[in-house]
């Protein structure tokens, strides 16, 4: 489920022309301290180096994408409007600063929903499954091998390899460093 805030990308044509790398970020424990079920503005704690971070990902000329499980839509803790007016919000934020996101894509499905719609055992875009990732590569043509993913779960780092994605854990501290030294390892 992707919410689009693309700006000024340039779109990739069909055969033949470069495909973009793209930064993949978790949102919870990334992008803003987990603070569990996080859905309105007022809940987000930027993480340190967040914004500095998207902006290097920007200047590498990659695509920002963030990828969410949101299993509060499927608990009932809030809906899908919710999870989109606060990537809107936070999109804005980021703007700011200076910093752009592209797009998020979230997965409000979970096997132990208390909202029947959303009850799904194995989804194929909740991590660790790729489809989040999957979805975004071929909606804006990203090349998956000059791409990575920053997540601070095993299940984000697994859906990353799973899609082919290099994945790097964060375990907090600045956001910024590990991203800085994720664009230098893939030589961008």
Known sequence: MGEDHTSDMSPSEAGGETLRGAAFFDRDG?????????????????T?????????????GL????????SGVARGYYGEA???ALHAWMTERMAEQGARIDRFYHCPFHAEAVVEAYRHVDHPDRK??????????AELSLDPARSFLIGDQ??????????????????GGDLAALTLQAIAELGL
């Open 30 to 46: 990334v992008l803003n301290l987990d603070k569990g079920y996080v859905h309105r503005p007022e809940e987000i704690e930027w």
């Open 48 to 60: 340190p180096g967040a914004a500095e971070a998207v902006r290097l990902a920007n200047a590498a």
């Open 63 to 70: 695509t920002v994408v963030v990828v969410t499980n949101q």
């Open 82 to 84: 919710d999870v989109a």
């Open 128 to 137: 660790p499954n790729p489809g989040m990732l999957l979805q975004a590569i």
């Open 154 to 171: 095993l299940s984000d780092v697994i859906a990353g390899a799973r899609a082919g994605v290099a994945s790097y854990l964060f375990e």
